[in-house]
Antibody
Framework: EVQLVESGGGLVQPGRSLRLSCVGSGFKFDNYVMHWVRQPPGKGLEWVAGLSGKSLVKGYADSVKGRFTISRDNARNSVYLQMDSLTVEDTALYYC???????????WGQGTRVTVSS | AIQMTQSPSSLSASLGDRVTITCRASEAIRNDLAWYQQKPGTAPKLLIHSASSLKSGVPSRFSGSGSGTDFTLTISSLQPEDFATYYCLQDSIYPYTFGQGTKLEMK
Protein backbone atom coordinates (compact mmCIF):
# COMPACT_ATOMS: atom_id res chain seq x y z
CA GLU A 1 0.00 0.00 0.00
CA VAL A 2 1.32 3.40 -0.97
CA GLN A 3 1.68 5.85 1.91
CA LEU A 4 2.89 9.42 2.06
CA VAL A 5 3.45 11.07 5.43
CA GLU A 6 4.27 14.75 5.75
CA SER A 7 5.86 16.42 8.75
CA GLY A 8 7.61 19.61 9.75
CA GLY A 9 4.74 22.06 9.81
CA GLY A 10 4.10 24.49 12.61
CA LEU A 11 3.82 28.13 13.64
CA VAL A 12 6.57 30.40 12.35
CA GLN A 13 7.10 34.14 12.27
CA PRO A 14 7.17 36.09 9.00
CA GLY A 15 10.60 36.15 7.44
CA ARG A 16 11.68 32.89 9.07
CA SER A 17 12.26 29.47 7.51
CA LEU A 18 10.73 26.02 7.78
CA ARG A 19 11.55 22.66 6.22
CA LEU A 20 8.83 20.19 5.38
CA SER A 21 9.43 16.48 4.87
CA CYS A 22 7.44 13.75 3.18
CA VAL A 23 8.30 10.07 3.52
CA GLY A 24 6.95 7.62 0.98
CA SER A 25 6.47 3.87 1.28
CA GLY A 26 4.95 1.06 -0.72
CA PHE A 27 6.45 2.08 -4.07
CA LYS A 28 9.84 2.48 -5.74
CA PHE A 29 10.39 6.06 -4.66
CA ASP A 30 13.06 7.09 -7.14
CA ASN A 31 10.86 6.13 -10.10
CA TYR A 32 8.39 8.93 -9.48
CA VAL A 33 8.12 12.67 -9.69
CA MET A 34 7.01 14.13 -6.38
CA HIS A 35 5.11 17.36 -5.81
CA TRP A 36 4.09 19.74 -3.07
CA VAL A 37 0.59 21.23 -3.22
CA ARG A 38 -0.83 23.66 -0.68
CA GLN A 39 -4.26 24.82 0.39
CA PRO A 40 -4.77 28.03 2.39
CA PRO A 41 -7.58 27.87 4.95
CA GLY A 42 -10.94 27.86 3.20
CA LYS A 43 -9.39 28.27 -0.24
CA GLY A 44 -8.48 26.19 -3.28
CA LEU A 45 -5.50 24.07 -4.18
CA GLU A 46 -2.23 25.62 -5.34
CA TRP A 47 0.56 23.59 -6.92
CA VAL A 48 3.84 24.62 -5.27
CA ALA A 49 6.75 22.58 -6.63
CA GLY A 50 7.70 19.35 -8.37
CA LEU A 51 10.89 17.29 -8.67
CA SER A 52 11.76 14.38 -10.93
CA GLY A 53 12.96 11.03 -9.62
CA LYS A 54 16.65 11.67 -10.22
CA SER A 55 16.33 15.37 -9.24
CA LEU A 56 17.15 16.49 -12.77
CA VAL A 57 13.97 18.44 -13.47
CA LYS A 58 12.20 20.71 -11.04
CA GLY A 59 9.60 23.42 -11.19
CA TYR A 60 8.11 26.04 -8.91
CA ALA A 61 5.02 28.17 -8.73
CA ASP A 62 5.71 31.83 -9.45
CA SER A 63 4.51 32.68 -5.93
CA VAL A 64 7.34 30.70 -4.29
CA LYS A 65 10.15 30.82 -6.85
CA GLY A 66 13.37 32.06 -5.25
CA ARG A 67 12.08 31.41 -1.73
CA PHE A 68 11.24 27.69 -1.68
CA THR A 69 13.49 24.79 -2.65
CA ILE A 70 12.35 21.25 -3.36
CA SER A 71 14.80 18.39 -2.91
CA ARG A 72 14.77 14.67 -2.30
CA ASP A 73 16.81 11.89 -0.76
CA ASN A 74 15.90 8.67 -2.52
CA ALA A 75 17.89 6.60 -0.04
CA ARG A 76 15.49 7.85 2.63
CA ASN A 77 12.39 7.74 0.38
CA SER A 78 11.92 11.39 1.22
CA VAL A 79 11.11 14.65 -0.48
CA TYR A 80 11.60 18.02 1.20
CA LEU A 81 10.41 21.57 0.87
CA GLN A 82 12.74 24.22 2.26
CA MET A 83 10.69 27.37 2.77
CA ASP A 84 12.56 30.62 3.34
CA SER A 85 11.41 34.22 3.75
CA LEU A 86 7.96 33.05 4.75
CA THR A 87 5.03 35.44 4.57
CA VAL A 88 1.50 35.26 5.96
CA GLU A 89 0.34 34.29 2.44
CA ASP A 90 2.26 31.00 2.83
CA THR A 91 -0.11 29.90 5.59
CA ALA A 92 -1.68 26.68 4.33
CA LEU A 93 -2.02 22.94 4.61
CA TYR A 94 0.85 21.47 2.61
CA TYR A 95 0.37 18.14 0.85
CA CYS A 96 2.94 15.99 -0.88
CA UNK A 97 1.73 13.98 -3.85
CA UNK A 98 3.12 11.16 -5.99
CA UNK A 99 2.95 11.71 -9.72
CA UNK A 100 2.32 8.58 -11.76
CA UNK A 101 3.84 10.35 -14.73
CA UNK A 102 1.17 10.96 -17.31
CA UNK A 103 -1.44 9.38 -15.08
CA UNK A 104 -2.06 12.13 -12.54
CA UNK A 105 -1.25 12.64 -8.86
CA UNK A 106 -2.44 9.23 -7.76
CA UNK A 107 -1.49 9.33 -4.08
CA TRP A 108 -1.52 12.15 -1.55
CA GLY A 109 -0.47 12.52 2.05
CA GLN A 110 -2.76 13.94 4.70
CA GLY A 111 -0.90 17.22 4.84
CA THR A 112 1.10 19.24 7.34
CA ARG A 113 -0.12 22.63 8.47
CA VAL A 114 2.04 25.74 8.23
CA THR A 115 0.97 28.94 9.97
CA VAL A 116 2.96 32.11 9.41
CA SER A 117 2.12 34.71 11.99
CA SER A 118 3.77 37.17 14.30
CA ALA B 1 2.24 30.58 -16.39
CA ILE B 2 -0.79 28.87 -17.91
CA GLN B 3 -4.02 30.09 -16.35
CA MET B 4 -6.83 27.62 -15.74
CA THR B 5 -10.31 29.14 -15.66
CA GLN B 6 -12.81 26.77 -14.08
CA SER B 7 -16.56 27.29 -14.06
CA PRO B 8 -18.90 27.46 -12.36
CA SER B 9 -17.36 28.22 -8.98
CA SER B 10 -20.38 26.65 -7.31
CA LEU B 11 -23.25 24.51 -8.44
CA SER B 12 -26.46 23.31 -6.80
CA ALA B 13 -27.89 20.06 -8.09
CA SER B 14 -30.14 17.18 -7.09
CA LEU B 15 -29.59 13.46 -6.82
CA GLY B 16 -29.72 11.90 -10.25
CA ASP B 17 -28.88 15.14 -12.08
CA ARG B 18 -26.30 15.32 -14.83
CA VAL B 19 -23.72 18.02 -14.15
CA THR B 20 -20.89 19.47 -16.17
CA ILE B 21 -17.87 21.45 -14.99
CA THR B 22 -15.56 23.17 -17.42
CA CYS B 23 -11.93 24.24 -17.43
CA ARG B 24 -10.33 26.48 -19.99
CA ALA B 25 -6.57 26.81 -20.36
CA SER B 26 -4.99 30.09 -21.40
CA GLU B 27 -2.93 28.18 -23.95
CA ALA B 28 -3.05 24.74 -25.48
CA ILE B 29 -2.07 21.87 -23.19
CA ARG B 30 -2.82 18.89 -25.47
CA ASN B 31 -4.68 16.48 -23.18
CA ASP B 32 -2.49 17.10 -20.13
CA LEU B 33 -5.33 17.71 -17.71
CA ALA B 34 -6.51 15.90 -14.61
CA TRP B 35 -9.60 16.20 -12.42
CA TYR B 36 -9.59 15.83 -8.64
CA GLN B 37 -12.35 15.55 -6.07
CA GLN B 38 -11.93 16.87 -2.55
CA LYS B 39 -14.21 16.41 0.42
CA PRO B 40 -13.90 18.53 3.56
CA GLY B 41 -10.99 17.59 5.79
CA THR B 42 -9.52 15.12 3.33
CA ALA B 43 -6.80 15.11 0.69
CA PRO B 44 -7.77 15.44 -2.98
CA LYS B 45 -8.54 12.28 -4.88
CA LEU B 46 -7.67 11.69 -8.53
CA LEU B 47 -10.67 11.00 -10.75
CA ILE B 48 -9.48 11.45 -14.32
CA HIS B 49 -6.09 11.88 -15.97
CA SER B 50 -5.08 12.70 -19.53
CA ALA B 51 -8.35 14.63 -19.92
CA SER B 52 -10.54 11.56 -20.41
CA SER B 53 -8.97 8.50 -18.76
CA LEU B 54 -10.85 7.31 -15.71
CA LYS B 55 -8.65 6.22 -12.84
CA SER B 56 -9.15 2.60 -11.92
CA GLY B 57 -11.85 2.23 -9.29
CA VAL B 58 -13.58 5.55 -10.03
CA PRO B 59 -17.27 5.07 -10.88
CA SER B 60 -18.15 5.19 -14.57
CA ARG B 61 -20.66 8.01 -14.00
CA PHE B 62 -17.62 10.29 -14.05
CA SER B 63 -16.23 11.19 -17.46
CA GLY B 64 -13.90 13.76 -18.92
CA SER B 65 -13.42 15.19 -22.36
CA GLY B 66 -11.53 17.86 -24.22
CA SER B 67 -8.19 18.67 -25.71
CA GLY B 68 -6.16 21.78 -26.35
CA THR B 69 -7.75 24.52 -24.26
CA ASP B 70 -11.27 23.38 -23.38
CA PHE B 71 -12.11 20.54 -21.02
CA THR B 72 -15.16 19.19 -19.23
CA LEU B 73 -15.90 16.91 -16.32
CA THR B 74 -19.33 15.32 -16.40
CA ILE B 75 -21.12 13.39 -13.70
CA SER B 76 -23.95 11.53 -15.40
CA SER B 77 -26.20 10.86 -12.41
CA LEU B 78 -25.34 12.50 -9.11
CA GLN B 79 -25.00 10.27 -6.09
CA PRO B 80 -24.89 11.43 -2.45
CA GLU B 81 -21.14 10.85 -2.21
CA ASP B 82 -20.46 13.14 -5.19
CA PHE B 83 -21.18 16.37 -3.32
CA ALA B 84 -17.67 17.77 -2.96
CA THR B 85 -15.32 20.29 -4.53
CA TYR B 86 -13.76 19.53 -7.90
CA TYR B 87 -10.52 20.89 -9.33
CA CYS B 88 -8.83 20.65 -12.68
CA LEU B 89 -5.05 20.65 -12.94
CA GLN B 90 -2.93 21.25 -16.01
CA ASP B 91 0.10 18.95 -15.79
CA SER B 92 1.53 19.85 -19.16
CA ILE B 93 4.24 22.35 -18.32
CA TYR B 94 5.75 23.84 -15.19
CA PRO B 95 4.45 25.65 -13.31
CA TYR B 96 1.46 23.34 -13.07
CA THR B 97 -1.76 25.19 -12.27
CA PHE B 98 -5.10 24.29 -10.73
CA GLY B 99 -8.45 25.72 -11.59
CA GLN B 100 -10.19 27.72 -8.86
CA GLY B 101 -12.46 24.82 -7.93
CA THR B 102 -16.17 24.05 -8.23
CA LYS B 103 -18.17 23.38 -5.09
CA LEU B 104 -20.99 20.99 -5.85
CA GLU B 105 -23.82 21.30 -3.36
CA MET B 106 -27.11 19.57 -2.90
CA LYS B 107 -30.15 21.54 -4.01
Amino acid sequence: EVQLVESGGGLVQPGRSLRLSCVGSGFKFDNYVMHWVRQPPGKGLEWVAGLSGKSLVKGYADSVKGRFTISRDNARNSVYLQMDSLTVEDTALYYCAKDDTGFGFDNWGQGTRVTVSS
Amino acid sequence: AIQMTQSPSSLSASLGDRVTITCRASEAIRNDLAWYQQKPGTAPKLLIHSASSLKSGVPSRFSGSGSGTDFTLTISSLQPEDFATYYCLQDSIYPYTFGQGTKLEMK
